[in-house]
């Protein structure tokens, strides 16, 4: 059991939660995983929606909070589709994961949760992701003729078009991107922290010679180098009143 950090946790920790999903979704759970005071699940995706019915009607996770889409290029099913879930009886999240392809659509929960439908909508735009059974599967974030999807890896931080409104034609237009300089890509490494490159203008500054070597170097090795000494005393008191003038308080004043 997790040590208790307060006495109301923001996500209360159930015990014998991981054991009871295991047993309740059996072969449609593909992977069980608790971190971070996180449970996640990878489930089978034709499976989706028994399984959140599921979990809404007898684990008590009522609130669909989000539905997120996640890209990994190199996979041979290159998307994660992730549903979050809240139990507001419970104070306890979920998070339940499957796995898609461009051609392999993913079961709607359009029936569970009405607002399903614009969160779908929001991961087919931005990913490619189709939603069988979504009657309503329109772009809902970019713009009327956008084409790609451009939360995907492989869509240019670029993009391919860029808009601005036209006096002659008096609308906004549509032109190929043109960027007037070259794209340039930052690390953000603080010099302080030993780039081990030369920065961005550095190039520039002409290199300082380093100094000329010292062929004897000079030390003080007895008082008489430094001029400190009772004769430097005696003169030094010779030239000091004893009793230095009284300052006129009304003409430091004014001053």
Same mark, same amino acid.
């Given at each position: 059991?997790?040590?208790?950090?307060?006495?109301?946790?923001?996500?209360?920790?159930?015990?014998?939660?991981?054991?009871?999903? $295991?047993?309740?979704? %059996?072969?449609?759970?593909?992977?069980?995983?608790?971190?971070?005071?996180?449970?996640?699940?990878?489930?089978?995706? !034709?499976?989706?929606?028994?399984?959140?019915?599921?979990?809404?009607?007898?684990?008590?996770?009522?609130?669909?909070?989000?539905?997120? %889409?996640?890209?990994?290029?190199?996979?041979?099913?290159?998307?994660?589709?992730?549903?979050?879930?809240?139990?507001?009886?419970?104070?306890?999240?979920?998070?339940?994961?499957?796995? !898609?392809?461009?051609?392999?659509?993913?079961?709607?929960? $359009?029936?569970?949760?009405?607002?399903?439908?614009?969160?779908?909508?929001?991961?087919?735009?931005?990913?490619?992701?189709?939603?069988?059974?979504?009657?309503?599967?329109?772009?809902?974030?970019?713009?009327? %003729?956008?084409?790609?999807?451009?939360?995907?890896?492989?869509?240019?931080?670029?993009?391919?078009?860029?808009?601005?409104?036209?006096?002659?034609?008096?609308?906004?237009?549509?032109?190929?991107?043109?960027?007037?300089?070259?794209?340039?890509?930052?690390?953000?490494?603080?010099?302080?922290?030993?780039?081990?490159?030369?920065?961005?203008?550095?190039?520039?500054?002409?290199?300082?010679?380093?100094?000329?070597?010292?062929?004897?170097?000079?030390?003080?090795?007895?008082?008489?180098?430094?001029?400190?000494? !009772?004769?430097?005393?005696?003169?030094?008191?010779?030239? $000091?009143?004893?009793?230095?003038?009284?300052?006129?308080?009304?003409?430091?004043? !004014?001053?």
């Amino acid at each position: 059991m997790a040590q208790e950090l307060h006495s109301a946790p923001r996500i209360a920790q159930i015990d014998g939660l991981a054991d009871a999903l $295991t047993q309740a979704l %059996g072969d449609n759970l593909l992977a069980l995983k608790q971190e971070h005071f996180e449970t996640v699940l990878t489930v089978k995706r !034709a499976s989706i929606e028994d399984v959140l019915r599921l979990l809404r009607d007898r684990f008590e996770y009522q609130q669909l909070m989000e539905i997120a %889409g996640v890209d990994y290029p190199s996979r041979a099913e290159r998307f994660e589709v992730v549903y979050m879930l809240l139990s507001v009886t419970k104070n306890h999240r979920l998070l339940v994961k499957v796995e !898609a392809s461009e051609t392999t659509p993913v079961p709607t929960v $359009t029936t569970l949760w009405p607002n399903a439908g614009w969160l779908e909508r929001e991961v087919f735009d931005l990913y490619g992701v189709i939603f069988e059974g979504n009657t309503d599967l329109r772009r809902i974030l970019t713009d009327y %003729g956008f084409e790609g999807h451009p939360f995907r890896k492989d869509f240019p931080l670029t993009g391919y078009v860029e808009l601005r409104y036209s006096e002659e034609e008096k609308r906004v237009v549509y032109e190929p991107v043109e960027l007037p300089q070259d794209l340039r890509q930052f690390d953000f490494m603080s010099p302080w922290e030993g780039a081990e490159y030369v920065l961005p203008g550095d190039e520039k500054a002409a290199e300082v010679p380093p100094p000329p070597p010292v062929a004897t170097p000079k030390a003080t090795e007895k008082p008489a180098d430094t001029g400190a000494g !009772a004769k430097a005393n005696a003169a030094a008191a010779k030239d $000091t009143p004893a009793d230095p003038p009284a300052m006129d308080d009304k003409k430091g004043d !004014a001053e």
